[in-house]
Nanobody, 115 residues
């Protein structure tokens, strides 16, 4: 059974930073994509950033230059470093693991940007 455990959300002021972590456990394929999505109230869930098992990275335009995704392959963990956070970044952030035969979502972690 594959599980994802997320951590690192919280409340920060505009301009602040947070780092999210997503650890996958269980039977993980050697080929996968791990990504971070977010969903603000009354909005659709949207991709923030993703990284593949061979290191290809993709960012949404609204986070380029502010967020960095990285993977700790040996640990099946993906990190999302978020800098220069803005109130519009407030959302529940979800980790997603996509493998050839299945996809799984994490439980979500709240990120709130407010002064």
């Amino acid at each position: 059974q594959v599980q994802l455990v997320e951590s690192g959300g919280g409340l920060v002021q505009p301009g602040g930073s947070l780092r999210l972590s997503c650890a996958a456990s269980g039977s993980i394929s050697s080929i996968y994509t791990m990504g971070w999505y977010r969903q603000a109230p009354e909005k659709q869930r949207e991709l923030v950033a993703s990284i593949t098992s061979d290191g290809n990275i993709n960012y949404a335009d609204f986070v380029k230059g502010r967020f960095t995704i990285s993977g700790e392959k040996g640990k099946n963990t993906v990190l999302l470093q978020m800098n220069n956070l803005k109130p519009d970044d407030t959302a529940v952030y979800y980790c997603k693991l996509r493998m050839p035969r299945m996809s799984i979502w994490g439980q979500g972690t709240q990120v709130t940007i407010s002064s």
